[in-house]
């Protein structure tokens, strides 16, 4: 259950720096799914 929490405090981390990098969004949003 840790392992899920961590995985979308990251995915949540990656919303975030997508309004600065829409490229590497995309790249970890597809490693999230």
């Keep these: ?3 899920i ?3 979308l405090g990251l ?3 990656i919303f975030n720096l ?3 990098a829409k ?3 995309l ?3 597809s490693a999230c799914q």
């Design 1 to 3: 259950m840790y392992d």
């Design 5 to 7: 929490k961590i995985q």
């Design 11 to 13: 995915c949540s981390v």
């Design 18 to 20: 997508c309004f600065l």
């Design 23 to 25: 490229r590497i969004c």
């Design 27 to 29: 790249a970890s949003l």
